[in-house]
């Protein structure tokens, strides 16, 4: 027996099936990106803290893979004329990204985030070659305790800053290409000479998880300090075999520790 079905039936069974496939296909789409951005949104943002002789842009080769992995980047400008200005500058610089968020500073940019840190939008801290005072300290007073660096043979206080002369680069960033170093100078932010005479208060690594990047080859902050300050703070250590910057040496090495303090950090509360 044959069966006959009219064609504006068929025609509106067609078309609701059509439907339904597109619709289940669309929220299955939808729901795609709403975990993936939900995958997104847990991970911490990074702020980056940069020290003398330098600006944000030194991050620059560790900035690129960390967006390409989802994680959303700034680098804090600031001055270098106080300690208090510059942490200022970092809580401000907070304020453009989501939270929580890790605190990544090198060299003086250490005791910028020791500072800074104790924002309760910060989550962790990451010293790269850097500065961790605890109360009471500062910069310059850290560095008194241990042999006199060769980098100091090369500065010159002109014009109200502190210059690094280009015979001084070797000391400073002595591992990358002659070329590099030469940007590297040409491109040298020059502290305020009172810059590390005096802190902002807060001391964010006695109450929040660290890490920390031993330069073994610093010939600007003494690497030993640098072993110090590490265990003091009780902070995971990662040892490399480089110059003061790391970051710009060895940014695969000083990625993949940002990673773990985000991998660490990720599922607890700002």
Request: charge should be neutral; glycine fraction near 8%.
């Amino acid at each position: 027996m044959k069966t006959n079905v009219k064609r504006s039936t068929f025609l509106s069974t067609s078309t609701a099936l059509l439907g339904a496939s597109f619709l289940g296909n669309h929220f299955t789409s939808a729901k795609a990106e709403e975990v993936s951005a939900v995958s997104n949104s847990s991970k911490p943002s990074i702020v980056f803290c940069h020290g003398i002789w330098a600006d944000g842009s030194c991050f620059s080769k560790v900035i690129a893979p960390l967006q390409a992995q989802g994680y959303e980047c700034i680098a804090a400008q600031y001055g270098l004329n106080t300690n208090v200005d510059d942490v200022a500058t970092v809580k401000a610089t907070l304020g453009r990204v989501k939270s929580p968020a890790i605190l990544v500073g090198h060299s003086y940019g250490g005791s910028v985030i020791t500072a800074a840190g104790t924002d309760n939008r910060v989550i962790g801290l990451v010293y790269v070659a850097a500065f961790g005072p605890d109360a009471g300290e500062t910069s310059q007073s850290q560095q008194e305790k241990f042999p006199k660096t060769d980098v100091l043979n090369y500065v010159e206080v002109a014009d109200g800053r502190i210059w690094l002369k280009m015979e001084g680069i070797p000391s400073f960033a002595g591992d990358l290409s002659a070329q590099d170093q030469k940007v590297v100078w040409a491109t040298q932010y020059p502290p305020n000479p009172g810059l590390f005479g005096q802190n902002a208060p807060g001391v964010a690594w006695k109450t929040k998880p660290s890490w920390y990047i031993v330069a073994a080859n610093d010939h600007t902050i003494d690497p030993n300090y640098e072993r110090f300050a590490a265990k003091r703070m009780g902070a995971t250590v990662t040892e490399l075999q480089s110059s003061h910057v790391a970051m710009l040496s060895q940014p695969d090495a000083v990625v993949q520790v940002i990673l773990k303090a985000a991998n660490a950090v990720q599922h607890q509360p700002a």
